[in-house]
């Protein structure tokens, strides 16, 4: 049996997903994050040294990464949810599972740190320089790469209606948290009118809400 051990508001959402859409057996194990600091607890410690989510455990296997676990998950059911093998859509597919971390999540992450800096605590004395760094490195490079980011996305749908091609695949999964985020708190809106429709049909999924049910509320952090 599968157990996902699952950190709240957080990636391990999708893994709940894809096995949703896969049909395979699970159990979610859940965890808290710290409610002053928003880390995971130590407890994920024991089940991978970096104490992170997500990961699962499958018997004597654990399996950490989003991308890793999904190319297990889809391996153990067969292939499904991977276009075939030398296709034009399987090479789609390989670039938006790695891109999903790789390139989409990188500017969010930097955007959900100095938004944190532009509202810290600081001395009144100091708070004008550290509000102007922040701002100038959010006008300068992380809000440029955000919108050059969603207009790249925007474009790959516009000859396809998933990711991958004219089928959902496990891609489409990976992509939905940082869809999700940006959508939340990074400028995901009425510009990108297919990156909105796309969220509208996975949110209508019905594996989409069974694994809602399975982890518990769920929300982007940030």
Known sequence: MITVHHLENSRSQRVLWLLEELGLPYAVKRYARDPATLLAPPELKAVHPLG???????????????????????DLAGGALRPAAGTAEQRRFVY?????????????LMKLVFDQIRHARVPFFIKPVVRGIADKVMSSFVQPNLTAQLQFMEDELKDRPWFAGA????????????????????????????????????HARAAYHRALQAGGPYRIIG
């Not at 790695?98 to 500017?107: K, N, Q, R, T, V």
């Open 96 to 108: 938006w599972l790695h891109f999903a971390e790789g390139s989409a999540m990188p500017p969010l």
């Open 52 to 74: 992170k989510s997500p990961v699962i455990s499958d018997g004597a296997v654990t399996v950490a990464e989003t991308g890793a676990i999904v190319e297990y998950l889809v």
């Open 167 to 202: 089928a959902f695949s496990a891609a489409d999964v990976m992509m939905s948290f940082p869809l999700e985020a940006a959508a939340a708190r990074a400028g995901l809106d009425d510009r990108f009118p297919r990156l909105l429709d796309w969220l509208e049909r996975i």
